[in-house]
């Protein structure tokens, strides 16, 4: 009996060693799982609240249904937030001390708590039940009625219900606190199995201690250490033991199944051949200092576990020490926590993406309170989150709809969300402009405005640019229109300064013309009195951009080098030309005031106006043209006419006309070209504008024509008035080389209105072709000596060319059988056959080398010239044809005829050869002169071709004979 009673005591004793331990792990793991769930429901309870208050009682609606009395909006507005937030069981609103108006579960408080009045005060407890407290304030925190305030019963229940499955128990008494009194404590639940597996450790050790007193103490310990693996089997939470730092004991079947391996392919083993390195690694180190500190290590770990999840577990270190102090081995245990903190985790990842946003984001709520600003918001607004949140909308937004919450709130609410601009204002009272996006959404039963606000300062400040540059061009536009509108040029110059006013920021503008190498302000604006009108234009910056025709930009005229600082009032230059005709400058007070867009802008303006001064001058130019002769620039038959027509039956009598024509022009033309006789028709322009009054109307008519109208004077005063043009002709015929001035001139005077001027320029007309005729023989005499005379001043015929060509000539004409005429005809021919050659340039006839073949052409024309002046002439008349055939050859390549053989007059075959001889025995600018021998070699060489073959005979004995 008495060993029975020991086995049944040592059984008891056993079954409670074992129970104790269960019990005391299992309270180890409910300790900590009821602290961390009293921390979450407390957090979670303080958030509530806190979200709650701010997001639906700091709001400028409700402040002020509250203080209108507005029952039903507050019940109606209780009841939303009720149906839209689960952890919330009743809210009342208390003003005055009494209740104002509830909704959910009623509630009563004997004894409210003192609390500070402000956005948020906090929570508190009756009994079991957990409340939260608040003031009521309108969205800026800046108003408050006294006495009124918000109790909120949360729903501590529901909160517990989202932490855990298990039961609990809310008490005073026991348990991890909420607050601190409510005490939450996790019912130690044990299983009929956990009974049942007492009952059977209970009965497994009766029977294990009674077959160790029966057999032997080993099979006791092997069946006692079998029965404690399946004990620890059943708990869920993790639980192994180290014997040391690196080795695993016994462990649970949920660690095994953990780690995905059977308990005995752990207990036993190596960490490192258990676990990761890594893993192992720290989990050596974690027992090497509980072994070495002898305390109990909690901490939370990152484990993969068997189907490859990551998972967070809590895990709890404890030393199991002996009675002397020693550590035998290290018990340890684990739960998962992975859930919960993945919860958490995705809250700070929220709020720290809201955080770090870059444009403003708030949370707020119904009646306009702000409840939750991002870091960007305070950082743009200048506010602290603390000072931010409470706030209302319209502290921020003072726009009308801003300050209209009800409405404002109402629109959202129909809409979901609406985008609109409105201006900030931070917390110095400045301002900035933003694009604020706001959302409508209920959560919790409860209504929300998310808003976000985007700072669009540079965009503002672009489309202010944008504005402001369409405003220029449409000024320049309308500058450019204005411009072609103007008639005069001081209409161009005010219109460009005008313009500028309007598409150019400066303090003052001009633009210049250059006159006479000086560069005189024709327009200005602002401009000082000290700065002058005109200026050297080589001088300053205004020069350099008229000389360089290109524009400049001045940051500071003070310290350009180039500048001409007349004060010491500008800093800033802009100088721009227009076209060749000037300049146009602005200038500022401001350093740095002009870029390349304004560059642009006056250079646009600055090309109209040079078209616009193109225009006007182009329009001066050909008005002025019209009425005047191109080449002389004496007034034109078309103004003639006209004043004739005015004059007609004027005042201005009596009226004379001077008739003029210049003798011999056509010849000149022929002869010389009609570069030459344009230069006489000036030159006789100048002599009549030199000898008539300035009120006299001096005229070409026409081709060599000119005529004079001169009033108030009679015929006698006309007289003298021509005699001088005459005395001046004869003059510059003597100062001047070259064909003679003549002119022919007729004079009459209508004495009044009686005398038609028609008439009167028909008599000047009929008189001045008299004169003429008069004149004619002796004229043409004159003008053909005169060419002979210029002939005779050119190369080919001084050195005795012609009379070594007439004595040669002569005798070979003798020799020919000539008649007498014929030799007197060949002695005239041989002097002046190159008359043609006064119209032939001299950089032609004296070229060094060969001519190119359109010099030749202008060659080739030199005898058709000498034959229209002999023509002319009847001193020449009678050798005109056979100046123009002496270039002819035998063989008909000649020219300008190409005739050939005995179609060549004879004198003009007897003319080719000699010259040609006389040509290669003397020097000539083109070649040096050959010997006698060689030129009667060249000349025998083209007998036949370009020579009569008879007449080279002849002149071969000829020169043998002279040369004898």
């Known amino acids: ?71 039903d909006f507050i019940n109606n507005y209780l009841r939303e937030i009720m149906s839209s937030n689960m952890l919330m069981k009743g809210v009342a609103v208390f003003y005055e001390n009494a209740v104002f108006a509830t909704a959910g579960e009623k509630f009563e408080i004997a004894d409210m708590p003192a609390f500070e009045g402000g956005d948020y005060s906090g929570i508190f407890s009756v009994g079991k039940d957990l409340f939260a407290i608040s003031a009521i304030t309108n969205n800026a925190g800046s108003e408050r009625p006294k006495n009124a305030y918000v109790i909120m019963e949360l729903d501590l229940e529901g909160i517990m219900g989202l932490l855990t499955r298990e039961g609990y128990n809310l008490g005073n008494e026991k ?80 660690f095994a199944e953990f780690l995905g391996r059977m308990p005995e392919e752990i207990e036993g083993k190596n960490v490192y051949r258990i676990l990761s390195e890594e893993e192992a690694k720290k989990c050596v180190e974690s027992n090497k200092e509980v072994f070495s500190r002898k305390v109990k290590l909690t901490f939370e770990q990152n484990s993969e576990n068997s189907n490859g999840e990551l998972r967070i577990l809590e895990i709890t270190k404890t030393p199991d020490i002996d009675e002397f102090g020693s550590i035998e081995s290290v018990v340890c245990s684990a739960n998962d926590v992975t859930e919960e903190r993945e919860a958490l985790r995705r809250i700070k990842l929220i709020q720290f993406g809201l955080d770090n946003a870059n444009d403003e984001a708030f ?11 991002n870091s960007a918001a305070c950082k743009n607004l200048g506010y602290t989150k603390a000072e931010v949140s409470g706030l209302k909308v319209n502290d921020l937004d003072k726009s009308m709809e801003a300050m209209d919450r009800r409405v404002s709130w109402e629109r959202l609410k129909s809409k979901g969300r609406d985008t609109f601009e409105a201006y900030h204002v931070r917390k110095d009272g400045s301002v900035f402009p933003v694009e604020v996006n706001r959302n409508y959404f209920k959560y919790d039963e409860s209504e929300y405005e998310f808003t976000f606000a985007r700072d669009i300062s540079e965009r503002m400040r672009s489309l202010e640019i944008l504005k402001r ?93 180039n500048a001409l600082k007349t004060n010491s009032l500008y800093h800033a230059g802009l100088s721009v030309p227009v076209g060749d005709f000037g ?35 182009t329009e001066i130019r050909m008005n002025y043209m019209s009425l005047h002769d191109k080449l002389t620039d004496l007034y034109n038959r078309v103004y003639f006419e006209e004043e004739l027509q005015r004059l007609e039956r004027s005042r201005f009598y009596p009226i004379s006309i001077v008739s003029a024509d210049v003798d011999g022009l056509k010849l000149i033309n022929d002869t010389m070209g ?31 024509e000119f005529a004079v109208i001169l009033i108030r004077t009679d015929e006698e005063t006309t007289e003298k008035i021509a005699s001088r043009v005459r005395k001046t002709v004869e003059k510059y015929n003597m100062d001047h080389l070259g064909p003679h001035l003549s002119v022919s001139m007729g004079i009459a005077t209508s004495k009044g209105p009686e005398q038609n001027l028609l008439e009167t320029l028909k008599l000047a007309d009929d008189l001045m072709y008299r004169d003429k005729l008069y004149r004619s023989s002796s004229v043409r005499s004159q003008m053909v000596n005169t ?156 007998s036949g071709t370009q020579f009569d073959p008879e007449l080279v005979s002849m002149f071969k004995i000829l020169i043998s004979n002279t040369s004898a």
């Not at 210029?790 to 012609?802: N, P, R, V, Y």
């Not at 002097?831 to 060969?850: A, N, R, T, Y």
């Open 469 to 561: 540059d369409r405003f220029r061009i449409e000024r320049l536009h309308d500058a450019a229109l204005n411009l072609e509108r103007c008639g005069t040029l001081q209409d161009v110059y005010d219109s460009v300064i005008e313009a500028a006013k309007e598409i150019l920021e400066f303090d003052i503008c001009f633009i210049c013309v250059n006159e006479e190498d000086n560069l005189v302000i024709k327009a200005s604006s602002n401009l000082n009195p000290r700065d002058p009108l005109v200026m050297p234009n080589d001088v300053g910056i205004v020069g350099k951009t008229f000389r360089e025709k290109k524009p400049y930009i001045i940051d500071d005229i003070q310290e350009s080098p």
């Open 674 to 704: 009609h570069s030459r006789g344009d230069q006489i028709l000036i030159e006789f322009s100048q002599i009549l504008r030199s000898s008539f009054r300035k009120t006299d109307v001096v005229s070409r008519f026409g081709g060599d």
């Open 1 to 71: 009996m008495k060993n029975w009673l020991k086995s049944i005591s040592l059984a008891a004793l056993a079954t409670l060693f074992w129970a104790i331990i269960g019990f005391a792990v299992t309270e180890v793991r409910y300790s900590e799982v009821e602290s961390q769930i009293a921390k979450s429901a407390r957090m979670i309870a303080e958030n509530a609240a806190e979200t709650t208050f701010i997001g639906y009682f700091h709001r400028d609606s409700f402040y002020e249904a509250v203080m209108k009395n507005d029952s």
């Open 175 to 254: 348990g991890s606190p909420v607050l601190a009194e409510i005490l939450v404590s996790l019912e130690r639940r044990w299983l009929p199995a956990n009974y049942a597996a007492i009952a059977f450790v209970f009965l497994l050790t009766l029977i294990f201690t009674a077959t160790i007193q029966r057999v032997a103490g080993k099979k006791f310990l092997v069946r006692r250490n079998r029965e404690m693996s399946l004990l620890l089997d059943k708990i869920p939470t993790l639980i192994w033991y180290f014997r040391d730092p690196e080795t695993f004991g016994i462990v649970n079947k949920s």
């Open 787 to 942: 060419l002979l005379i210029t002939l005779d001043e050119k190369d080919q015929i001084s050195g005795g060319h012609a009379k070594r060509l007439q004595k040669l000539c002569l005798e070979l004409g003798k020799r020919a059988g000539l008649s007498t005429r014929q030799l007197s005809d060949l002695a005239l021919f041989a002097q002046v056959h190159d008359l043609g050659k006064v119209g032939i340039p001299d950089s032609i006839l004296f070229k060094p080398g060969p001519l190119s073949e359109d010099e030749w052409k202008v060659m080739k024309l030199h005898p058709e010239k000498g034959y229209r002046i002999a023509v002319s002439s009847p001193d020449l008349s009678s050798v005109a044809d056979l100046i123009l055939r002496h270039h002819e050859r035998w063989d008909g390549r000649g020219y300008p005829l190409g005739i050939k053989g005995e179609e060549i007059p004879v004198e003009c075959r007897i003319l080719s050869i000699v010259d040609a001889f006389d040509a290669m025995t003397n020097e000539r600018p083109y070649s040096q002169a050959r010997s006698v021998q060689k030129a009667i070699e060249e000349i025998s060489r083209c």
């Open 363 to 373: 949370w707020i709520a119904p009646d306009g309170t702000i409840l939750y600003a």
């Open 583 to 617: 300049v146009f400058q602005a200038m500022s007070s401001d350093r740095s005031k002009f870029g390349e867009q304004e560059l642009h802008l006056a250079e646009l303006l600055m090309s109209h106006a040079r078209e616009a001064i193109v225009r006007i001058e």
